[in-house]
């Protein structure tokens, strides 16, 4: 069972548009969101993260948005750059338990 | 370079081999965690420590692994008789809780292929 779903495997956007990213999670007791960023031979990078107290945060340009009533978390990247294709990893936890899902492919087209 | 590192960042190994990893987390991060990542899949939990305690086991992990962390800074992931199975990237991360929360930060993986 999957608690952590990314129902989209790739996404490919063009230089300089919004890119969309979606996550949805079943279990009502997380209460802390993460996305990740990961290139080939790398380990994950930390992007930004999300308390469930808040329904929005922003980073430079990456915006993090929740919908608790939804079970439902999306990351925004405005403007998107050639730099950002990667595998983009969204985590959900409570307290120690994080559970990733996994992974969206992001190809930013020049 | 003060990031959670790892080694070796690959391992070629015969089936029934005896393997063991290395992490070094960032220094003042008392959490430390291993995760298995196979292709397409995000990481998958496999242990916790809280300082030198080992705090949770996920089912994944059966009885030919096992992991310390002795002083609470470095640790350990042994797998004995490695199985084609083990094939994976086998990636450490830190944290120091902060509140209620804890981000993680990865190293960059130790690449397992077992033949």
């Known amino acids: 069972d999957q608690q952590v779903k990314q129902n989209s495997p790739s996404l490919s956007v063009q230089e300089g548009r919004i890119s969309i990213l979606n996550c949805d999670y079943t279990n009502s007791m997380f209460d802390y969101f993460l996305w990740y960023k990961k290139y080939p031979a790398e380990g994950p990078t930390f992007l930004i993260s999300?308390?469930?107290?808040?329904d929005k945060n922003e980073d430079g340009r990456f915006t993090v948005f929740l919908n608790k009533s939804a079970k439902h978390l999306s990351l925004h990247i405005v403007p998107s750059q050639p730099g950002d294709s990667a595998v983009y990893f969204c985590?959900?936890?409570?307290?120690?338990?994080?559970?990733f899902g996994p992974g969206t492919r992001l190809s930013v087209l020049p | 370079d003060t990031g959670v590192s790892q080694d070796p960042r690959h391992k070629i190994t015969k089936r029934g081999q005896n393997v063991t990893f290395r992490c070094d987390p960032i220094s003042e991060h008392n959490r430390l965690y291993w995760y298995r990542q196979t292709l397409g899949q995000g990481p998958e939990f496999l242990t916790y420590f809280q300082n030198e305690a080992q705090l949770e086991k996920s089912r994944l992990l059966s009885d030919r692994f096992s992991a310390e962390r002795p002083k609470g800074s470095f640790s350990t992931l042994e797998i004995q008789r490695t199985e084609q199975g083990d094939s994976a990237m086998y990636l450490c991360?830190?944290?120091?809780?902060?509140?209620?929360?804890?981000?993680?930060?990865f190293g960059p993986g130790t690449r397992l292929t077992v033949l």
């Open positions: 991360a830190s944290s120091r809780l902060a509140g209620s929360q804890d981000t993680q930060y």
């Open positions: 985590a959900a936890g409570y307290g120690q338990n994080f559970v």
């Open positions: 999300i308390s469930s107290i808040k």
